[in-house]
């Protein structure tokens, strides 16, 4: 058979071959999401991929399937409304491993390939798809951890992010109930931060910011959970700690910092300021506001000040 005959016998019999796909696809184990063709998957009433094959076994049709070609402008609108579904890549990509398949049979059934043939191709095609489908998901897996790192990461610093800290927060808040636990929340501010980056500028003071990350880091608890919360302001939320304890933590953070090397390294007069707030049945906002509103009465009272829940004045 002539490939124009082939192509003709393709358009003819698209919608056998889309039947006999879209039940493949409903049946595969691996695929949780199936809908059926809409307005974006056909051209002239005919299925956009199938027709895309058809055509190019007449002739080549690059141009077409180019992003501004018929073809691969509708087939980029197609993948759109696929992810939008809820499809994942490689729910996408088994469907046309199936696609493929189901033309291959449509092909053998019609006798333009022969039996012989269509097991070689079949087996052939498998083989390559598992390990591209394999790859695929590898990738895939990757980078949505990937995303789900800079979510909940601060992207200069590599503390935790504003976001982690509240979802973290309402955790630590929910578990403190339940046991009756104690919990308590600092909130720490760099003192004369901004005349530091204005004199020495912006990149001197990221790498001041990413040190003292660290140094705030090493200086946690096991269960203790660090996050910046922006520009010079950082948090740590204490679990099973009360106020005293917590006044503890904040002193020895705070005399560890002023004798630190960081310090000594930078010709600065850089201090910390702090607020602790206990939880007394709060939520997550209300507890951040609570220990927000005592670091501004630290940061009032003058450098490297603590405040807490109970003070009259700084220490």
Request: no cysteine; proline share 1%.
């Amino acid at each position: 058979m002539d490939l124009k005959s082939i192509t003709k016998l393709i358009k003819s019999n698209s919608w056998d071959i889309i039947d006999s796909w879209q039940k493949s696809v409903l049946n595969d184990a691996q695929i949780d999401t199936s809908h059926s063709l809409s307005s974006y998957d056909l051209i002239d009433g005919m299925p956009v991929v199938l027709l895309a094959v058809a055509q190019s076994i007449a002739k080549p049709i690059e141009q077409e399937l180019s992003k501004q070609g018929v073809f691969g402008g509708r087939i980029h609108s197609q993948a759109k409304v696929r992810l939008n579904q809820g499809y994942s890549l490689t729910e996408i990509f088994r469907e046309y491993i199936w696609l493929r398949e189901k033309l291959l049979e449509s092909l053998k059934s019609n006798d333009v390939i022969s039996d012989e043939q269509f097991i070689l191709y079949t087996r052939i095609n498998r083989t390559i798809d598992e390990q591209l489908l394999a790859t695929v998901q590898s990738y895939s897996e990757h980078y949505t951890e990937h995303l789900k790192k800079l979510a909940t990461t601060d992207y200069l610093t590599g503390l935790n992010s504003r976001g982690a800290f509240f979802k973290q927060l309402d955790s630590e808040l929910t578990r403190a109930k339940r046991y009756s636990h104690p919990l308590s929340l600092m909130i720490l501010d760099l003192d004369k931060f901004k005349a530091f980056n204005d004199r020495f500028g912006h990149l001197a003071g990221d790498e001041f910011l990413k040190t003292f990350s660290n140094f705030l880091l090493r200086q946690g608890r096991e269960n203790d959970f660090s996050a910046r919360l922006g520009g010079d302001e950082f948090t740590v939320i204490l679990p099973e700690t009360n106020i005293n304890q917590a006044m503890e933590v904040a002193q020895r953070f705070r005399r560890n910092f002023l004798k630190s090397k960081i310090l000594q390294q930078t010709i600065s007069n850089i201090g910390v300021s702090i607020g602790i707030a206990i939880n007394d049945n709060m939520n997550a906002t209300e507890l951040y506001e609570t220990a927000d509103m005592l670091l501004l009465k630290a940061k009032k009272a003058g450098q490297n000040k603590i405040f807490s829940t109970g003070q009259n004045k700084a220490a």
